[in-house]
């Protein structure tokens, strides 16, 4: 049909949406697109999508740059192919200065899964914010859900105290370290560490894959972990040649009964609701207040806070007013 990509192009949303639920990808590629560019018919169907999800487990990895997570996340991929079941992969990237666009790009990364029509990949720019997660990752998430994905991966830019914002996203997150960056530990702040259901040293291989692990225990026994009843294991692997990948998969199974077992799973999807509708509500109070203070008048109100005739708060509290919230209901 060579009439099908030009119509998806400039296809409106809910034509997207329909193509989306029959299993086209090329469809799920656009609506993607669609709903990142902040289209208001996309987020319109994207309510009526999210319905279709709750299926999926989410998988969130982090870790310091240099872990090798992107050879990780495809070598779990491939073993989750492996036994049958549907793989949906976001990757968040650092964006481009000059295009605000993904450096790396899902063309460029992950190539051993693009020939396989069970594997979705999907790469995201950060745009410069913080937390290793573009705004739109959770919506792209639940896109995948709907598109029926078993499992969706989530891989994260880096590692750092920002970096929890993958806890909002994930129904089992990893943690990678791995030898050989110096001060491992401090790499691993003790703020992600308390995120990880799972802790993975990967590049096991190499010298000093053993004191991580050893380092990682000590911290485990000295701090809280993030759901009680139960203890982060610790699993070793090698991602290039997929040793150690097979018994990750089970700790990720075993992680998986748990929630089931002790209801942890509802309440851990509705605290991660709790978090994405306050981050929907961020967005809309941020883009409302950017279209607000595009007049002079504003302008002259910094000035005058600037010129210390005006204080921030008043005039904060003011602006709050203005925007009212509801100015933003796309």
Known sequence: MPDVVPLLRSAPAHELAARLRQEDRLALSRMISAVEAGRSDARRELRH???LGGKAHVVGITG???SGKSTLTTA???AYRARGETVGVVAVDP???FTGGAILGDRIRMME???DPGVFVRSMATRGLTGGLARSTMDV???LDAFGKDVIVVETVGVGQDEVEIARTADSTIVVGVPGLGDHIQSIKAGVLEIADILVVNKADLPGAQQVVNDLRAMLSLGATRTPGWTPPIQETVATTARGIPELVKQIDAHVQFLKDS?????RRAENARRQVLGILEDHVRSAFERTIRSETWEARFRNIAARTEDPYAVADELLREVALGDDNE
């Open 141 to 143: 998430v639940a896109l």
């Open 64 to 66: 310091p740059p240099g």
């Open 113 to 115: 899964l693009h020939d």
């Open 49 to 51: 999508l999210f319905a």
């Open 95 to 97: 964006s481009s200065p």
């Open 76 to 78: 779990l991929a491939k």
């Open 263 to 267: 209801g942890s799973w509802r309440a």
